[in-house]
């Protein structure tokens, strides 16, 4: 990648604050086009507030945000960043998708309202096209045989699948993955994991925070682990789980390589 | 026999008096969805002012058509319309305040609905790019409905058989066309449990539909 790059997702100086308790303390991170980063590290960190930040589903204390031209701020800083961030996010959302750990599918939908919904009820594409589109991501994630099933119908697994179809359907450039895996039974991590490599292949850039150490070291380019609010490592896995820099990471590595 | 046959004489005027209580609860049911519907959406905000004064308002609303009797809230709405200057008929006045009552009952059914429907429901939706009005009407409330469907069919018997009140201002519904045909008869048993049997049928009609509707959701 020789070309200037700009980042797609830029987070500057970010802090998040729940009332007295300092979650994130202050990040900074760019994120580029076509990226796979795992974001790693122990309970309680931040990990899931940190990306729930990025699509605005928390509003960040101070610092900002930069996702193409759209600029999230911190509220702290003035009251008035609310409305302002109140409409990027708007544009926010259309380029960046998240995948829940819990698949969040809508269970009074089947399968394909699941997918299709967004697509209608948010871009206007007409019912047709939006079948069609859905039906082609449902083939992609294995789940086209299941389209008019209801949600509780199907395994962990398969739901989390369909959720990643649904992401999928509204065309974002970014997705959002908190621990995908972490809500399965063992025997379905496998077939998460591999609709996940499938997209990293195919060039989407993707933030997953997960306690999947394999995915992070064969997936992804880039590796950031999470302590007390700060991102203290960020490299290559092979940089991040061979050489750590810090203790935390290395005192975590061992505990969770003990297990 | 003979009871039947005086009965089945003023046959047209029980089933005007029919027509009206239906068309009157009908219509209260539906406005009184939206009127519960307003009053939980404000009751979602944060812990602004603006949202703790509608919280608030809606406490006391709640509290005030669940504490006073329905027939003294007619009697407040239909004043309280006609010193506003509404030029509002009888009907329309009494429709208003039946649906009144009825929205702040449902209002607290949808709020013992709401706990069914988990937070990351709306966050996705939201993630995706849903707009909040979109989220409640596509996401919430459907699931709401689905859950709270037993109580709100209490709630809509309910209102059919508190309609009769209404006959206070001179509506002319089904328990009053009875009155009236004692009156003019001086016969009232049969009169009283052939409407007791209509409105036994619009309720356990509106039952099975519910039932059925039921069956359908829950495939
Ligand atoms: N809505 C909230 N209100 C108050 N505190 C919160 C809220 N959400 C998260 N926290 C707190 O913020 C801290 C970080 O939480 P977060 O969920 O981001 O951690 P995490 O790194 O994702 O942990 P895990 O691996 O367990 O998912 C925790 O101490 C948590 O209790
Ligand atoms: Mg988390």
Redesign the interface.
């Known amino acids: 990648m020789t070309e200037s790059r700009t980042p797609v997702i830029s987070v500057r100086n970010m802090a998040k604050n729940y009332g007295e308790l300092k979650v994130l303390r202050k990040i900074d991170i760019d994120i580029y086009k076509g990226e796979v980063v795992s974001v790693i590290g122990p309970s309680g960190s931040g990990k899931s507030t940190f990306l729930r930040c990025l699509n605005y589903l928390e509003e960040l204390t101070s610092g900002e945000i930069v996702i193409h031209d759209q600029t999230l701020k911190g509220i702290d800083e003035d009251k008035r960043h609310k409305k302002q961030n109140d409409k990027a996010a708007r544009e926010i959302r259309k380029n960046v998708g998240m995948v829940f750990q819990q698949f969040n599918l809508w269970p009074h939908k089947t399968v394909l309202e699941n997918v299709t919904e967004c697509p209608v009820q948010v871009k206007k594409v007409n019912k047709e096209d939006a079948k069609a589109k859905a039906m082609e991501l449902l083939k992609k994630v294995g789940m086209d045989g299941k389209a008019n099933a209801y949600p509780t119908q199907l395994s962990g697994g398969q739901q989390q699948r369909v959720a990643i179809a649904r992401t999928l359907a509204m065309e974002p450039e970014v997705i959002l993955f908190d621990e995908p895996t972490s809500a399965l039974d063992p025997e379905f991590v496998g077939e998460v994991l591999n609709v996940m490599k499938d997209l990293a292949e195919a060039g989407m850039t993707m933030i997953v925070v997960t306690h999947e150490m394999g995915f992070a070291a064969e997936v992804s380019d880039r590796v950031c682990f999470m302590d007390g609010g700060y991102v203290i490592e960020d490299g290559t896995p092979e940089e991040v789980f061979k050489n750590p820099k810090s203790e935390r990471a290395k005192q975590f590595f061992s505990k969770i390589l003990n297990v | 026999m003979e009871n039947f046959n005086i009965i089945w004489h003023y046959k047209d005027l029980l089933l005007q008096g029919l027509g009206y209580t239906l068309f009157v609860s009908a219509a209260a049911i539906i406005i009184a969805l939206c009127v519960g519907m307003l009053l939980s959406v404000m009751r979602m905000g944060g812990n602004s002012l603006p949202s703790r004064i509608m919280k608030k308002f809606v406490a006391v609303y709640v509290s005030f058509v669940r504490g006073t009797p329905v027939l003294v809230q007619i009697y407040i709405i239909y004043q309280a319309l006609a010193i506003m200057g509404l030029n509002l008929s009888n009907l329309v006045s009494g429709i208003i305040a039946l649906s009144l009552n009825s929205g702040g009952f449902i209002a607290e059914i949808i709020r013992g609905g709401l706990t069914a429907v ?1 937070k ?2 709306t ?9 909040e009005p ?1 989220i409640l009407m ?2 919430v409330f ?2 709401v409905f ?1 859950v709270a469907l037993p109580q709100l069919t209490s709630e809509f018997i309910n209102v059919i058989k508190v309609s009769p009140m209404l006959s206070v201002l001179a509506i002319v519904e089904l328990t009053r066309t009875a009155q009236r045909l004692v009156s003019q008869t001086y016969i009232n048993l049969p009169f009283y449990v052939a409407i007791a049997i209509l409105y036994f049928i619009i309720c356990a009609g509106l039952e099975e539909l519910v039932k059925l509707q039921k069956k359908r ?1 829950e ?1």
């Open positions: 988990p990351g429901q966050e996705a939706a939201r993630a995706l790019g849903m707009s979109k596509r996401i459907p699931q689905k959701l495939r």
